[in-house]
């Protein structure tokens, strides 16, 4: 029997899995070959359409006349809607991670707006805070702007990451640090890739001595057949690169319907300052859709895939992304070791991934907590926790490694927050996908603290395989922090009021000591606006950015008015017995007004609020003011502050 044109052509390339590129021959074989069967996909589901009675189908065939052209016509519209040195609340201890905020020796570089600034912070016995400089890095000399995110120090080098959504290039600005904290710019790098904005991770990372970026490029005709590059933006010539060879790249495991090379880059910190951008690539080709992942030991890429089945089945609209093909997607996880004797390796899991908090590497283990939907798409579905040893990667498409399945959790719709703690993996509800269960319209957009209509469980599910335990703390987890000697929560309880928790471990259980806070709330949820320290009676002390409840502001627009206020930074103590709120450092009193121009470029995407420690020093970043403050077991004390221009 004749094959159909789709699985013809998937048979091709699924015949050369896991292959080496090589030569720019077998990239536009790929290519055309990709090409080919999104087109046979899309044929054979319009058929199918048009078999069931779909007459908008039967006319995209031309079967039968058209007379409503202008109606048919959709158009769409792309947009971009040394340990002592480490303050940020980063997700592996070994692994520090971009921020607007980074140290360097006594220094503190703080990224806002567009502007650079340099604090020197003294010493423990001269402690201080002054401002050293300010750089206005948004603006380049060519008047071309750029959305600076992140950055990264290492010691007398740092790295500032933005993106030039005019060129559609990510750009590195490499600095040196004198002894004396200033900056002096060395190289400006662009990498030709589309935007690497995460709602939640962030794009930069240090590993060992080298910079440590994730980053994707479409490998269809409408990237107009680019290839990964980058350029020295300060040499006159602006001559483009490859970022990486053909013979690093492997061809994908699993055929992908929307092709994009996966690359992981590693710059070493000190060769970032010449004419050349001295970074090693690899990469594979997978399906766009991808979460990363990295451990002191690899980089784990988990990208999704169409088991053969699913993609040829005529039924399936490949472009529908709404509600994730009701579980019919898997997940293939490449590990990129740093080790260099060892190579890169694959695995097979059940079930999708939903962000980098989904994956932990312990005692030569992956841990992955993959969620498979339910057969309608306001069902949760199932968690799937699955292991595999890291030296079980393999690299035979034809004896692939299969993750093992360590527990099967029943999931609520609204069990959105996972995390993996020491204790094991805790799942918990979150407060956004409780009130998007509410249907009285008035109720959602106009009230306030809108009541939660229910209260699902908290579960703690070990890694053993052990069944989940349930944990009641009477309130949502959006977010989950390990903490010294316990587990931080924070979320809502039922009536909407802030609420938090530390979970602290007794005998083989997890014992909630929970806190209702009045009068005030959190403003920011991303991890790296929490922070903790141990103090030193054993004391630990944790916060996050809050301000008072705005009663006049609805729930639904709430996210969009934060963005680029000022918070106050509250802290709470733990003693391993009692947990209670210390103080609440005010923000409120700068005089430094905003130095943006556009009304947009006052929203601080990746927030504009943190809280650290080192020395036995208690430091606030909110907006334009770097407050420091003491504790002295019972109150925060202000202790001196600099307004950042």
């Not at 048919?72 to 905020?101: K, L, M």
């Not at 010449?274 to 766009?288: H, I, N, P, Q």
Request: aromatic share 8%; with cysteine.
């Amino acid at each position: 029997m004749q094959r159909a044109p789709a699985e013809a052509v998937h048979a091709q390339l699924a015949s050369s899995a896991f292959d080496i590129i090589g030569n720019a021959g077998a990239l536009e074989q790929f290519r055309a070959r990709s090409t080919a069967l999104r087109e046979a996909l899309r044929q054979q589901h319009l058929e199918h359409l048009c078999r069931t009675g779909d007459l908008h189908s039967c006319r995209r065939l031309g079967l039968i006349p058209d007379d409503r052209r202008s109606l048919d016509r959709i158009e769409v519209v792309g947009s971009r809607i040394s340990a002592a040195d480490v303050i940020t609340n980063n997700q592996e201890s070994g692994v520090d991670e971009g921020d607007i905020v980074k140290k360097s020796g006594r220094f503190l570089f703080v990224l806002r707006q567009g502007w650079l600034h340099v604090v020197d912070t003294g010493t423990p016995a001269s402690p201080a805070l002054a401002l050293v400089q300010s750089l206005q890095v948004a603006t380049d000399p060519t008047g071309e702007t750029v959305w600076y995110d992140e950055i990264l120090a290492f010691g007398d080098r740092l790295v500032l990451i933005g993106y030039n959504f005019e060129k559609g290039v990510a750009e590195l600005l490499s600095y040196a640090i004198d002894h004396s904290g200033r900056l002096q710019r060395e190289a400006r790098y662009w990498i030709r890739v589309p935007d690497y904005y995460s709602a939640s991770n962030y794009l930069g990372r240090i590993e060992g001595e080298n910079l440590l970026m994730v980053l994707t490029m479409p490998l269809d005709d409408q990237a107009g057949n680019r290839w990964p590059a980058w350029s020295n933006r300060d040499d006159g010539a602006g001559v483009w690169q490859p970022l990486v060879d053909l013979e690093a790249v492997h061809l994908p495991v699993a055929v992908p319907v929307n092709p994009v090379i996966h690359m992981v880059v590693r710059c070493p910190f000190r060769q970032l300052r010449g004419e050349s951008l001295a970074c090693a690539t690899t990469g594979v080709v997978g399906e766009r859709g991808s979460i990363s992942y990295v451990s002191p030991s690899a980089v784990y890429l988990a990208v999704e895939y169409w088991p053969p089945s699913a993609l040829l089945d005529p039924e399936v609209d490949h472009l529908d992304w709404r509600n994730r093909h009701k579980g019919l997607r898997s997940t293939i996880i490449y590990r990129f070791p740093f080790a260099a004797e060892e190579g890169i390796g694959f695995a097979l899991f059940e079930g999708l991934a939903g962000s980098q908090f989904t994956f932990v590497e312990r005692n030569s283990q992956l841990h992955a907590a993959l969620t498979k939907p339910g057969p309608e798409s306001s069902e949760a579905g199932v968690l799937l926790l699955q292991s595999i040893a890291t030296g079980a990667f393999g690299s035979d498409p034809d004896a692939a490694a299969h993750a093992r399945i360590d527990a099967r959790v029943s999931l609520d719709p609204s069990h959105l927050t996972f995390r993996f703690t020491d204790h094991g993996l805790l799942i918990g509800p979150h407060s956004g996908a409780l009130l998007d269960e509410l249907t009285e319209f008035d109720a959602f957009h106009k009230s306030r603290h809108p009541p939660l209509p229910r209260m699902p469980p908290l579960l703690l599910q070990r890694l053993d395989g052990a069944p989940a335990r349930i944990i009641e703390t009477g309130h949502t987890a959006d977010q989950v922090e390990s903490v010294y000697g316990g587990v931080a929560l924070s979320g809502r309880d039922q009536t909407g009021r802030w609420t938090v928790s530390i979970l602290a471990p007794r005998a083989s259980a997890l014992v909630p000591h929970t806190l209702t806070v009045p009068g005030i709330e959190q403003t920011e949820g991303r991890s790296h606006a929490f922070n903790h320290t141990r103090w030193h009676d054993g004391t630990a002390l944790l916060g996050w950015p809050v301000s008072p409840p705005d009663d006049a502001v609805p729930w639904s627009e709430l996210h969009w008015r934060r963005l680029g206020q000022v918070s106050d930074l509250a802290l709470f103590r733990w003693d391993g017995h009692s947990f209670g709120l210390a103080d609440v450092i005010d923000m409120q009193h700068s005089r430094t007004p905003p130095k943006c121009k556009d009304p947009w470029g006052c929203e601080d995407w990746y927030g504009n609020a943190r809280l650290f420690f080192f020395d036995s020093r208690i430091f606030a970043l909110s907006g334009p003011r770097l407050v420091e403050a003491s504790w002295d077991g019972s109150r925060v004390t202000p202790l001196r502050s600099v307004d950042l221009p």
